[in-house]
């Protein structure tokens, strides 16, 4: 049997079920599948659950469009308590080096200086002393220092002046010198604990350097 080819421009005719249609179905109809649906999800949705965010840890929240998000409690801010407040710190030490006056001594004239003293220390007798010492009088404390201290390295002392050494200049220059010396040297943790002049030059009034 021979066949020939449709006459051109005739369309062959069709049983309606075209393999590029989709039939309709029925607004009843359904196969059993999860609704696709955007509107509200239920309440019984296993993605849907009832715990609210802690308002705590919620940061970025409303302004500037951004969602808000968790964080953790450690980022919390805490303000101090009274306690903390009015309580004295664990280490307090305290160098001043002031008041210098000239003194006559004779013919001689000579400048001290007060040391006051600050500390709740243990290694320390007294929280709070003032006693006043010459520039001979660091002399030979930082002598001692040195020879008791091997491990320490001991600053050095302003120098000395031979003219002008009166002066309110010149004073006030030795004043801030000798006061940034005790600071150093005070608040160095080994001699705290290893040096025995250390608490007598800065508390004792009637310290002697011939006792060391």
């Known amino acids: 049997?021979?066949?020939?080819?449709?006459t051109k421009g005739v369309v062959a005719p069709t049983s309606g079920h075209s393999p590029f249609l989709r039939p309709e179905l029925p607004p009843s109809t359904s196969f059993g599948f999860p609704s696709t649906s955007?509107?509200?999800?239920?309440?019984?949705?296993?993605?849907?659950?009832?715990?609210?965010?802690?308002?705590?840890?919620?940061?970025?929240?409303?302004?500037?469009?951004k969602e808000a998000h968790e964080q953790p409690a450690t980022m919390e801010p805490r303000s101090q308590t009274l306690e903390e407040m009015y309580s004295a710190p664990e280490n307090t030490l305290e160098i001043e080096v002031r008041d210098p006056r000239?003194?006559?001594?004779?013919?001689?004239?000579?400048?001290?200086?007060?040391?006051?003293c600050r500390t709740n220390i243990p290694a320390f007798k007294v929280r709070y002393s003032s006693v006043r010492r010459r520039y001979s009088d660091f002399e030979a404390f930082r002598d001692i220092l040195?020879?008791?201290?091997?491990?320490?390295?001991?600053?050095?002392?302003?120098?000395?002046?031979f003219s002008g050494r009166f002066s309110d200049e010149v004073i006030e220059q030795r004043r801030e010198g000798l006061e940034r010396f005790m600071q150093i040297v005070a608040g160095h943790p080994l001699l705290q604990t290893g040096s025995k002049?250390?608490?007598a030059f800065l508390q004792d009034p009637s310290w002697n350097a011939s006792s060391y």
């Open 146 to 161: 040195e020879r008791e201290s091997t491990r320490v390295n001991i600053p050095q002392l302003p120098g000395k002046v």
């Open 197 to 199: 002049v250390l608490c």
């Open 1 to 6: 049997m021979s066949y020939s080819s449709p």
């Open 102 to 116: 000239t003194q006559e001594f004779g013919r001689k004239m000579y400048t001290d200086y007060e040391i006051m």
């Open 38 to 65: 955007f509107s509200t999800p239920s309440t019984t949705s296993p993605y849907v659950t009832d715990r609210q965010p802690n308002p705590r840890y919620l940061v970025g929240s409303g302004a500037g469009g």
